[in-house]
């Protein structure tokens, strides 16, 4: 093989497809300023460029299928055989030797050799930053614990004491005693388990403890401003309902009213429009005490590299979210990473110790590592979940463990556990589907939109009804194009309303039509993944404008203004992480390398009531259950 050889066969991948033009361009840069690199190097790169667009932060270089190079596209789902032994020094050889590889040690070269691992500059850079961070908080022995006694009085408080075996521990108290030892916490879990209850409970037990705690500086956070919606709503429904219980030995009033709404990520450490700079960095901390951010699985690495570097040190951070779900659409999967060993515990004999003194909780034997790792003492993952007893949740239960026999029994047990399957669905089916009265789906989105009130006064709840009945029901794609995609279902269903006299389009637009945000507008004050709807108010004949609900209350945008959207009566697993849904169809192609396990998991975990799974085959589900995600990463040993 030679380089321009290799050159060659990377231009035909780039031409069909196989590879981006983006992947190719950089093996021919890397050639076009290093003539003497050998072809491997090239290869690397092209295959290294391929993986971050998969997600992945860096290349195996011992992991690369030799036999056939065509397998290495697929190794973000497809295991693949290692290579001969004595092949691996010839690779890491040829790479050493190209001057455009450098070691960490470099400021310069564009690729950074480390072990067997090649990265991307930048994306090694965010690597051994968010590493550092994490060391300095885990690794600290500064006391944070408040008075033993006095905490174990209030978790008891906060906690009343259920019947529990001692192989079922009350991992919530567990979570509390941890966020409350130290300045890192995450708390992973499924749907259910209780994330939110207990980032309340320990708010309330914060305010109980800490000596001035209505000065402390809270905020919520997360990725997305539905997810952000949620995470608001849950905390204060929490706080609220704890209220009346408590009144008698605790005030939470203060709390609620000091407490902010949660915000997006973007939006806390203030993103500049246009760049990728922010407000807030290392030089100019977030003013804050305690940060608890949810649906972390959905962050990339770049975004928590720098959400770390800009809190400051003593600010207590507290990240929850589902490991078992998608990770996060760009490069990195920093929850996964961090919760690899969450579920063995690997707590040292001291921090079982603390957990007991503080909480009662006696962990069983099987949970305790003298061995254990710095980071494992700030993780806990809460295991019991309050909202899936369920069919839907047993279903997601079993695709979560590999268990393609007991998936197939939940899907033939019939609709009335709340489950159905149609195992060879036509995509015709899907516009009846959106529609049919007998269903939760968008036949009452439509009615309570024809039922605009006539006075102006009544606009705002009406407003939010019709966008609450809109997010009753959604249809979940693994895919943009095809029949099975979200570009045709979004054509399907407007065809169908269309011919029902339903919507009267103006173009793309029309009354009633869904837009999902594409792209950060700070200057409306819209975000990447917010849903608005499509309606006019009084008088009947005014101007479309598109109305979203937002922490501040019903924002609203002309039409005219809203470039980066797209109709949303379908939208990818990936874009509906955050959000819940009463009944939710999940569609799945046939034979497509994107359906994984982790997405059909977080395709059923939308379903709050009903699911209606759709698949072009009985082979797409098991071959999906049986395909994981790998992202290649070195987080864990930096």
């Not at 994330?195 to 997305?224: D, F, N, S, V």
């Not at 009346?244 to 709390?255: A, F, H, I, N």
């Not at 920093?334 to 006696?362: F, K, M, W």
Request: hydrophobic share 40%.
């Amino acid at each position: 093989m030679t380089p321009q050889h290799l050159l060659e066969i990377l231009h035909y991948w780039s031409e069909t497809g196989l590879i981006r033009a983006l992947d190719y361009a950089l093996a021919r840069w890397i050639y076009t300023h290093d003539p003497k690199a050998d072809w491997r190097v090239l290869l690397a790169a092209a295959l290294l460029s391929h993986l971050e667009s998969l997600g992945h932060t860096c290349l195996e270089v011992n992991q690369i299928a030799f036999n056939d190079p065509t397998e290495s596209l697929q190794a973000s789902t497809t295991p693949v055989s290692p290579p001969p032994p004595h092949l691996v020094p010839i690779w890491l050889n040829a790479l050493k030797h190209c001057v455009l590889v450098g070691t960490p040690s470099t400021l310069t070269p564009p690729l950074v050799l480390q072990g067997s691992r090649l990265y991307l500059r930048r994306y090694w850079h965010f690597e051994t930053m968010v590493a550092q961070e994490l060391r300095l908080r885990t690794e600290s022995t500064a006391p944070m614990t408040p008075d033993a006694d006095l905490a174990h009085h209030w978790i008891n408080q906060l906690f009343p004491a259920t019947v529990r075996s001692p192989v079922t521990p009350d991992w919530q108290k567990v979570a509390c005693v941890l966020a409350l030892k130290g300045r890192f916490t995450v708390i992973t879990g499924g749907p259910g388990t209780g994330k939110t209850h207990t980032a309340a409970r320990l708010l309330t037990l914060l305010l109980a403890l800490t000596p001035h705690a209505r000065t402390m500086r809270i905020a919520l956070a997360a990725p997305t401003g539905k997810a952000a919606a949620r995470l608001n709503q849950a905390i204060f429904s929490a706080l609220h309902e704890l209220t009346p219980r408590l009144e008698k030995v605790l005030d939470l009033s203060p709390l609620i009213a000091h407490l902010s709404p949660a915000c997006t990520l973007h939006s806390l450490l203030g993103a500049r429009f246009g760049t990728r700079q922010w407000r807030h960095h290392g030089a100019n901390p977030v003013a804050l005490d305690l940060l608890i951010v949810d649906e972390a699985s959905m962050i990339h690495l770049e975004m928590m590299a720098t959400l770390l570097q800009a809190i400051p040190p003593h600010c207590r951070l507290i990240l929850m979210g589902d490991k078992d779900q998608l990770s996060s659409v760009e490069a990195g999967a920093v929850l996964g990473d961090l919760c690899e060993l969450a579920e063995q515990g690997n707590y040292r004999p001291e921090t079982l110790s603390a957990i007991q003194h503080l909480s009662g909780v006696e962990l069983p034997p099987e949970f305790m590592n003298p061995q254990g790792s710095n980071l494992s003492q700030h993780l806990v993952m809460l295991r019991h979940s309050h909202r899936f007893g369920s069919a839907i949740g047993q279903l997601a239960c079993a695709v979560n463990a590999g268990d393609e026999a007991t998936v197939l029994n939940c899907l033939h047990q019939g609709e009335s556990t709340g489950v159905r399957w149609i195992p060879r669905g036509e995509p015709s089916l899907f516009a009846h589907l959106a529609l049919d009265s007998k269903q939760t789906n968008y036949f009452a989105f439509f009615q309570c939109i024809q039922s605009r009130p006539k006075e102006p006064d009544q606009q705002e709840s009406w407003i939010r009804k019709v966008i609450t009945t809109f997010d009753r029901f959604r249809f979940l794609c693994a895919v943009h194009d095809g029949p099975w995609g979200v570009n045709t279902l979004n054509q399907m269903v407007e065809q169908q309303l269309t011919a029902f006299e339903w919507i009267k389009s103006q173009g793309e637009w029309y009354e009633g039509r869904p837009v999902l945000v594409t792209q950060n507008d700070h200057e409306l004050g819209i975000f990447n993944g917010d849903i608005g709807i499509t309606l006019r108010v009084v008088p009947e004949k005014s101007p479309l404008r598109v109305f979203f609900v937002t922490n501040e209350g019903i924002r609203s945008v002309s039409i005219s203004r809203l470039n980066q959207v797209a109709t949303a009566f379908a939208m990818t697993v990936h874009k509906s992480q955050g959000s819940e849904f009463e009944h939710t169809c999940l569609i799945l192609p046939g034979n497509h390398t994107n359906v994984t396990r982790e997405l059909i998991y977080t395709g059923i975990t939308r379903a709050r009531a009903a699911l209606t799974l759709i698949t072009d085959s009985p082979q797409t589900l098991t071959q999906g259950i049986a395909r994981r995600v790998q992202r290649s990463s070195g987080l864990l040993d930096h």
